[in-house]
């Protein structure tokens, strides 16, 4: 009975995400496969046979996995410093990784239309400081992408990897070094294989969400297009439908496939789990 009362708790919550969620996703992929009452695979075979769209594919992966692995170097140390720090502390350097989180991206993004135009205030400063002889062009490339959503992105993976590495018990450390291990190498064969469940849920969010993500790459992106934009575009202004439900059920396949990889790489890191 008690096991019954618990599945009845959790039922509003599958219907709603079936109903809205599952439903929609399924009629969206199945769609797919048929045009005009018949099976095909038109889509798919036009989408990769044609060298504009793998570009765009292959854009928003580099643009997806260099955004990932920059927002693991920088917030692994920053959630291991946070994680070591008392309860006040870290709750105030918790508060300030969040707060951007609560700005809207469009905010952030026209932020850093600001900052790396060709007049903003990057290219200023290096032209006032004789660094460069001409402004650089940072903004409308995948490289103002890159860091439009590492600003959008990193808080995620830092509050991740502090919810894991503040319950790692320190004396560990200490173990390993009074066995004679340096402190880098307790770090790296104490901590880092301790904190692989919040690194790979981290770099899923991170992941997912680069090669989602719109208003970010639509606006310092420019011209260069992503999956995410290339969607919007055959969608809204093309009224493609049938090639817009091909791109968003290749971007579903990659984020399974991503997330398969990365447990699988968890566990070859992670063996004992």
């Not at 992966?61 to 920053?78: D, E, N, R, Y």
């Not at 502390?89 to 905010?107: D, H, Q």
């Not at 860091?147 to 993976?157: K, N, S, Y």
């Amino acid at each position: 009975m008690k096991k019954l009362g618990l599945y009845l708790l959790l039922l509003p919550g599958l219907l709603f995400l079936t109903l809205f969620m599952v439903i929609p996703i399924a009629m969206t992929i199945l769609s797919t496969f048929f045009q005009e009452g018949s099976f095909t695979l038109e889509g798919y075979l036009h989408f990769l046979a044609d060298p504009y769209f793998l570009k765009i594919l292959w854009t928003t992966l580099q643009v997806s996995v260099v955004t990932t692995i920059a927002c693991i170097l920088l917030g692994f140390p920053a959630a291991y410093y946070i994680s070591k720090l008392g309860p006040r502390k870290k709750g105030v350097l918790l508060a300030l990784a969040i707060f951007p989180l609560l700005t809207s991206s469009v905010v952030r993004s026209f932020s850093w239309m600001i900052i790396l135009g060709k007049k903003g205030l990057l290219n200023s400063s290096l032209l006032s400081l004789g660094l460069i002889e001409k402004p650089l062009e940072i903004l409308y490339t995948p490289s103002a992408m890159m860091i439009g959503l590492i600003h959008l992105f990193l808080p995620l993976i830092i509050i991740t990897l502090v919810g894991v590495m503040e319950n790692i018990d320190p004396d560990l450390l200490k173990a390993a070094e009074s066995l004679g291990a340096s402190k880098f190498t307790a770090f790296r064969q104490v901590i880092v294989p301790l904190s692989v469940p919040g690194l790979i849920i981290g770099s899923i969010l991170v992941f997912v969400g680069s090669l989602t993500a719109y208003t970010t790459p639509a606006l310092l992106g420019g011209k260069q297009r992503v999956i995410s934009t290339f969607l919007y575009q055959n969608a809204i202004t093309l009224n493609d439908w049938h090639m817009a439900s091909v791109i968003a059920t290749i971007m579903i396949a990659i984020t399974f496939i991503v997330i398969g990889l990365m447990n699988k790489l968890a566990t070859k890191l992670n063996p004992k789990g």
